[in-house]
């Protein structure tokens, strides 16, 4: 799927949901993450990239990406 980053970086081994109306939730981790054709180990805010997904997922349909809330408190 290609992704454009848009509030934060996703590494590679993050964990995330993509949701849309049609495709419902699709549940992955980033296990390699694509500029174009090189594997990165980050996208960061603006950057168009791409990573591997298991179902059809669709134009317009969001990914987030799963903080732990353990984590997310230490920010």
Not at 11 to 32: L, M, N, P, Q
Not at 41 to 67: C, H, M, N, T, W
């Amino acid at each position: 799927a290609e992704i454009t980053a848009r509030a934060s970086n996703i590494r590679t081994g993050d964990a995330y949901f993509i949701i849309g109306s049609t495709t419902g939730t699709v549940k992955g981790t980033a296990d390699e993450i694509r500029l174009d054709v090189t594997p990165v180990p980050e996208a960061v805010p603006g950057q168009i990239f791409s990573v591997k997904v298991i179902d059809k997922v669709r134009r317009g349909d969001k990914l987030y990406k799963f903080i732990p809330v353990d984590a997310a408190d230490q920010s």
